[in-house]
């Protein structure tokens, strides 16, 4: 039986809440109100967060809602584990910086209501909304609304320049998604059949190795691969992401395809811990090496910037499942398997500041010159310093190398598949590592190159911008400096996990 | 048992020939039928609720959009345009959707009988939500929360559908204008059938509580009177930037979550209500919530602004 | 009397539904689209008149036996519309269709 | 077999039969169309899977009979986008794929 509510549940609540009633406020006072809500209700969220974040940390405990008092399986429960809390948090203040360096490109005239602006900031605040509430969704159907949230938010982003190959790569993203939200809809109805719940945690008390519950997470698995762009399923992110403007990129990017991964992440060790064959794992596995390698080559040979972004973060993602092969069965609460699972996740959070701060960096190169060439590149180091440092910083975090949270990340990754006796992850860690610098350095090379006559800017970019993209990435960096204990945040609420085990 | 044999006959029929039919005009008339046989598939699944939002959302409302959109886009180049998939890549798709059909089969095939259920507990628990229709019950009450964000959903897609307009119309009128023919047939059949449509909506949004029916089937219906006004060129939609417009989108899940919130003060909990007033709150939510929903039906079927605003 | 009441329903339905069958063959086979909306509505509309005149013998109560004549009523007048739109497309466009 | 078993055979069906209109249909209107028929064939199995757990003197289980309510409101809004985005897109090219320009 999952246990009672606990006290401070109603944060979890105002989690959701606060971005939706900011958005819903947003649209009703206009657009030229829009942008002060969304920078009002952002610093509140970020207190929301870091509350319980620090509940569950001073606790050592999950934090737990039952919404209307209705406890599962007939009523819908929240759930707040160290792994949500540190997920809630990232998105917190990854919002928060996106949002500041939003302003100057979704500012709002004074007069008139615009278009993009006021869509911009309602699409932002739910998508958090909707991210928060993926993160500490606990009902499987609860967390489908959720997921379709995140999706009607994301969508529109992509096209919100109207162009047509943006419009293209929007309704491709759609179609995936929906493709994946019906597959997983399927699963989810299997188990209810099966088991007559949807609450995670009493399925993971009921849950027996049979054809159902084979078929439900196969299902639904297949339909968040989809969603989360893993290779082959990847197809749709690239033009999606690369074509959407540079702050909705990096929300894009580095926050909505973590949804998917998280609600795998949740289904294969907290629904049904036991039921994963270690062969399907090492499947899963596959893809996301297929991703490292593919998505590094690819974006090796992308003539735009944000494209080689976009190309990166198909590879990154392969990286996140990598921890499939070795945190799975035979032996959970392994040494190497909580070291693989907790790389996993810090992969995940870290690639989110990384690659926001990257996208936004180009994002800035791109409105300076009026390009994102990188073959154009030239010069650009002198005249946005702060801006490359900052893209390099992050791209330190995809290769891996020290000091930077990817560097922990995939390190802890390269120690379990040692560990596990399966060296073949380690040298696909490493190949992507030595890829990843490969196209970082390409980008780097360029724009510090000398580029002659003196670069003719079309704008200026404030100081400020740069400030936000730098901080970011900076973010992506200390994370590789946090000492090993807080990670045991992210292993509070996991029963099979041997806490400490990652030291 | 025979009477179920022609009907799931029908379906399949009719799903195939919505796959396979050559036009996509054919194929969308194929879908509408196909809703409203699945009405009458829920009709004998004993889910009369359900029955009445797939005939009236899933294949009317669905249906309209999608018959607009094919004649809309019939000019599409034909299909010897279009690059159809590989022989190869067909067969490969044929093989994996039929084992996932025969998958699927054999797992019905094993269910258990009976299922699992939760229909003692929410019948147990009614009394505490003053509804007696159990459905209802689960939407408003147990399960509020997923009703809440859905309100949300509808919201979110709505704006998603309006960022899709052009600059320059924004703030303008949403969709193709309808010229009224005052003496036109279909002026004469909305004059006399949307004022029994709105009336048949909010009735079934108000027996709702008691009765199959409810705030979504009845939004449905008087979404589709506003539909049919504005075809007849009755009633033109306002701009999208009037803030009574707005009020109205949001009131619903807006008084959602203000009661919700109030549910902290009065019951102890977020979306708990009190039991002696459960009923009365269920309504407040519902009234606001059944237009929120109706307009942001009809305003998703019309679309996006197309017509520059009047300055 | 009920077994009376069942015999008029199970007859008036049967008419009904022999009459929809008929519509429906005419739509099937009649040459032009006009003699085609023809067939269809006028025993669709007569098919559909006879099945709620079956059903009327076996409401319960007025209000259900109101609903039920509501519902022969809104059909009509749907069918008519369409009907008269269908046909005022086919006449323009001259075809058979 | 129970009628349940049977139009639970039925949404198996229509589930593939769906999934391969989403996949192999070319024009993005009919991946759409062949999303609502699968959404159709899925609702189905809850609506199969309600039947059989009747109990309680009602008819079905009324909790997943009021997930498809929500189901369905979702798949209409998820159709309402997918269909703007489809129309804008012939706007702007006057064509309605999804073919790259490349």
């Given at each position: 039986?999952?246990?009672?509510?606990?006290?401070?549940?109603?944060?979890?609540?105002?989690?959701?809440?606060?971005?939706?009633?900011?958005?819903?406020?947003?649209?009703?006072?206009?657009?030229?109100?829009?942008?002060?809500?969304?920078?009002?209700?952002?610093?509140?969220?970020?207190?929301?967060?870091?509350?319980?974040?620090?509940?569950?940390?001073?606790?050592?405990?999950?934090?737990?809602?039952?919404?209307?008092?209705?406890?599962?399986?007939?009523?819908?429960?929240?759930?707040?584990?160290?792994?949500?809390?540190?997920?809630?948090?990232?998105?917190?203040?990854?919002?928060?910086?996106?949002?500041?360096?939003?302003?100057?490109?979704?500012?709002?005239?004074?007069?008139?209501?615009?278009?993009?602006?006021?869509?911009?900031?309602?699409?932002?605040?739910?998508?958090?909304?909707?991210?928060?509430?993926?993160?500490?969704?606990?009902?499987?159907?609860?967390?489908?609304?959720?997921?379709?949230?995140?999706?009607?938010?994301?969508?529109?982003?992509?096209?919100?320049?109207?162009?047509?190959?943006?419009?293209?790569?929007?309704?491709?993203?759609?179609?995936?998604?929906?493709?994946?939200?019906?597959?997983?809809?399927?699963?989810?109805?299997?188990?209810?059949?099966?088991?007559?719940?949807?609450?995670?945690?009493?399925?993971?008390?009921?849950?027996?190795?049979?054809?159902?519950?084979?078929?439900?997470?196969?299902?639904?698995?297949?339909?968040?691969?989809?969603?989360?762009?893993?290779?082959?399923?990847?197809?749709?992110?690239?033009?999606?992401?690369?074509?959407?403007?540079?702050?909705?990129?990096?929300?894009?990017?580095?926050?909505?395809?973590?949804?998917?991964?998280?609600?795998?992440?949740?289904?294969?060790?907290?629904?049904?811990?036991?039921?994963?064959?270690?062969?399907?794992?090492?499947?899963?596995?596959?893809?996301?090496?297929?991703?490292?390698?593919?998505?590094?080559?690819?974006?090796?040979?992308?003539?735009?910037?944000?494209?080689?972004?976009?190309?990166?973060?198909?590879?990154?993602?392969?990286?996140?499942?990598?921890?499939?092969?070795?945190?799975?069965?035979?032996?959970?609460?392994?040494?190497?398997?909580?070291?693989?699972?907790?790389?996993?996740?810090?992969?995940?959070?870290?690639?989110?500041?990384?690659?926001?701060?990257?996208?936004?960096?180009?994002?800035?190169?791109?409105?300076?010159?009026g390009h994102d060439r990188i073959a154009g590149l030239a010069g650009v180091g002198r005249v946005l310093p702060i801006t490359v440092f900052a893209f390099a910083l992050g791209g330190l975090s995809l290769m891996g190398l020290p000091p930077s949270g990817g560097f922990v990340a995939k390190a802890m990754l390269l120690t379990a598949a040692v560990a596990a006796g399966q060296w073949w992850w380690a040298v696909v860690v490493l190949t992507g590592g030595l890829l990843a610098g490969g196209y970082v350095f390409l980008v780097i090379a360029r724009s510090l190159a000398d580029a002659g006559e003196p670069l003719s800017l079309i704008s200026t970019i404030s100081p400020g911008r740069q400030v936000v993209v730098l901080v970011l990435a900076l973010c992506a960096v200390l994370l590789g400096f946090v000492p090993l204990r807080p990670l045991e945040l992210l292993q509070i609420g996991r029963p099979d996990m041997a806490i400490g085990g990652v030291r | 048992m025979a009477f179920d044999i022609g009907l799931v006959t029908l379906v399949l029929g009719v799903a195939a020939w919505t796959i396979g039919a050559r036009e996509t005009f054919a194929a969308v008339v194929g879908f509408v039928a196909y809703g409203l046989l699945l009405a009458l598939v829920w009709v004998r699944l004993a889910a009369p609720d359900v029955a009445m939002t797939e005939a009236a959302l899933g294949s009317g409302l669905t249906g309209g959009l999608l018959l607009g959109a094919s004649t809309r886009l019939a000019r599409t180049d034909g299909p010897a345009a279009i690059e159809k998939p590989s022989a190869i890549m067909r067969l490969a798709a044929a093989v994996l959707c039929t084992l996932v059909s025969a998958g699927l089969a054999a797992l019905v095939l094993l269910m258990l009988e009976p299922a699992p259920t939760l229909a003692p507990r929410a019948m147990a628990n009614i009394a505490a939500t003053g509804l007696s229709n159990p459905v209802t019950a689960v939407l408003m009450a147990y399960r509020a929360i997923d009703t809440l964000l859905e309100?949300?959903?509808?919201?979110?897609?709505?704006?998603?559908?309006?960022?899709?307009?052009?600059?320059?119309?924004?703030?303008?009128?949403?969709?193709?204008?309808?010229?009224?023919?005052?003496?036109?047939?279909?002026?004469?059949?909305?004059?006399?059938?949307?004022?029994?449509?709105?009336?048949?909506?909010?009735?079934?949004?108000?027996?709702?509580?008691?009765?199959?029916?409810?705030?979504?089937?009845?939004?449905?219906?008087?979404?589709?009177?506003?539909?049919?006004?504005?075809?007849?060129?009755?009633?033109?939609?306002?701009?999208?930037?009037?803030?009574?417009?707005?009020?109205?989108?949001?009131?619903?899940?807006?008084?959602?979550?203000?009661?919700?919130?109030?549910?902290?003060?009065?019951?102890?909990?977020?979306?708990?209500?009190?039991?002696?007033?459960?009923k009365l709150l269920i309504l407040m939510i519902e009234v606001p919530v059944t237009l929120s929903i109706a307009t942001t039906l009809a305003l998703l079927v019309a679309g996006p602004p197309e017509r520059a605003p009047a300055r | 009397m009920s077994s009376a009441l069942d015999v008029l329903t199970i007859l008036s339905v049967s008419t009904g539904a022999f009459f929809f069958l008929a519509g429906t063959v005419g739509l099937l086979r009649f040459p032009d689209a006009l003699s085609r909306l023809h067939a269809l509505t006028k025993a669709d509309n007569l098919g559909l008149g006879l099945v709620v005149l079956g059903l009327l013998f076996q409401a319960e109560g007025f209000p259900v036996a109101l609903k039920l004549v509501g519902v022969w009523l809104l059909a009509l007048l749907a069918g008519a519309t369409v009907t008269q739109l269908i046909a005022h497309i086919a006449r323009m466009r001259g075809s058979t269709m | 077999m129970t009628e349940g078993t049977l139009y639970g055979l039925c949404s198996a069906v229509l589930v593939g039969l769906g999934l391969f209109g989403l996949i192999m249909h070319p024009e993005p209107l009919r991946k759409i169309l062949a999303f609502n028929l699968v959404g159709g064939g899925v609702f189905l199995l809850f609506g199969v899977v309600a039947r059989k757990g009747a109990a309680a003197g009602l008819g079905g289980d009324p909790v997943p009979q009021a997930l498809v309510i929500t189901g369905l409101v979702v798949a209409f809004a998820a159709t309402a986008l997918a269909v703007a985005l489809l129309a804008r897109l012939f706007q702007e090219t006057g064509r309605a794929t999804l073919q790259a320009d490349e």
């Open positions: 039986m999952p246990g009672s509510a606990t006290a401070g549940g109603f944060l979890l609540v105002l989690a959701i809440v606060l971005p939706v009633a900011g958005a819903m406020l947003s649209l009703v006072l206009g657009g030229r109100y829009a942008e002060r809500i969304a920078l009002t209700v952002m610093p509140t969220g970020v207190v929301v967060a870091v509350a319980i974040g620090a509940i569950v940390w001073r606790t050592h405990n999950v934090l737990q809602y039952f919404v209307g008092k209705w406890d599962p399986p007939l009523g819908v429960a929240f759930r707040a584990d160290g792994l949500s809390a540190t997920m809630i948090v990232t998105a917190a203040l990854l919002i928060c910086g996106i949002g500041l360096f939003a302003r100057a490109q979704f500012s709002l005239p004074r007069c008139v209501e615009e278009r993009a602006p006021l869509v911009f900031w309602i699409l932002l605040l739910t998508v958090w909304g909707a991210l928060n509430a993926v993160f500490i969704g606990c009902d499987l159907f609860n967390l489908y609304v959720a997921l379709e949230l995140l999706t009607f938010a994301a969508v529109p982003l992509v096209s919100l320049d109207g162009r047509a190959e943006t419009l293209t790569a929007a309704l491709r993203y759609l179609l995936f998604a929906l493709f994946g939200s019906i597959l997983y809809l399927l699963g989810a109805v299997l188990l209810y059949g099966a088991y007559g719940t949807l609450d995670m945690v009493l399925l993971s008390g009921r849950i027996r190795a049979e054809p159902a519950a084979w078929a439900a997470i196969s299902l639904m698995t297949s339909g968040l691969l989809a969603k989360a762009a893993l290779y082959p399923l990847h197809l749709w992110l690239p033009p999606a992401h690369a074509g959407a403007p540079s702050p909705a990129s990096a929300v894009l990017s580095g926050l909505v395809v973590k949804a998917p991964f998280f609600l795998v992440v949740r289904l294969w060790f907290d629904v049904m811990p036991r039921l994963p064959e270690h062969a399907v794992a090492q499947v899963l596995g596959g893809l996301g090496a297929a991703a490292i390698i593919f998505g590094s080559l690819v974006a090796l040979r992308q003539v735009r910037l944000k494209l080689l972004i976009a190309y990166s973060t198909v590879a990154q993602i392969g990286y996140l499942f990598l921890m499939f092969p070795l945190a799975v069965k035979p032996e959970p609460g392994h040494p190497w398997s909580t070291a693989a699972w907790t790389g996993g996740v810090l992969q995940a959070i870290s690639h989110a500041f990384a690659k926001a701060a990257m996208f936004m960096a180009a994002g800035l190169i791109a409105e300076a010159l | 309100t949300v959903v509808l919201l979110l897609a709505l704006v998603g559908v309006w960022s899709l307009a052009r600059d320059r119309v924004w703030g303008g009128l949403p969709g193709p204008y309808h010229r009224a023919d005052p003496h036109g047939l279909l002026t004469f059949t909305a004059q006399i059938l949307v004022p029994i449509g709105i009336l048949i909506g909010i009735y079934i949004f108000w027996v709702g509580s008691v009765a199959p029916g409810g705030e979504f089937q009845g939004a449905t219906v008087l979404a589709a009177m506003w539909i049919i006004a504005s075809m007849a060129g009755l009633v033109d939609a306002p701009p999208v930037t009037r803030r009574w417009l707005r009020l109205a989108l949001i009131a619903g899940p807006a008084l959602f979550f203000a009661i919700g919130l109030a549910g902290f003060a009065i019951a102890g909990g977020f979306l708990a209500y009190p039991e002696s007033h459960a | - | -």
